[in-house]
């Protein structure tokens, strides 16, 4: 059984920095790609960030120049520094990543629980 478990979520005024991370444990015999989504209330989940295994990253564009994504591969973590918060940053964001199960023959998406991210203005 695979999991993963956020942390690092909280209230920061305009302008402050949280940093997120995410493990995923359990029966993991490989990860492919790793990421954050988050979700404001009354809209739907975007991408915020993602990191391929080898470390090729891609941004959304309202966070691109204030958030870094990294992952440390023998943790299987990921993590995801916030600067410059916004008001707008306000949302639970969702850890995810692609895993090959041990004895699996393919990748599967899996999803943390969420943390919450409120940024006051």
């Known amino acids: 059984q695979v999991q993963l478990v956020e942390s690092g979520g909280g209230l920061v005024q305009a302008g402050g920095s949280l940093r997120l991370s995410c493990t995923a444990s359990g029966s993991i015999f490989s990860i492919n790609s790793m990421g954050w989504y988050r979700q404001a209330p009354g809209k739907q989940r975007e991408l915020v960030a993602t990191i391929t295994r080898l470390h090729t990253t891609n941004y959304a564009d309202s966070v691109k120049g204030r958030f870094t994504i990294s992952r440390d591969n023998a943790k299987n973590t990921v993590y995801l520094q916030m600067n410059s918060l916004k008001p707008e940053d306000t949302a639970v964001y969702y850890c995810?990543?692609?895993?090959?199960?041990?004895?699996?023959?393919?990748?599967?998406?899996?999803w943390g629980q969420g943390t919450q991210v409120t940024v006051s203005s």
């Open positions: 995810y990543a692609r895993i090959n199960p041990t004895g699996s023959t393919w990748y599967t998406d899996y």
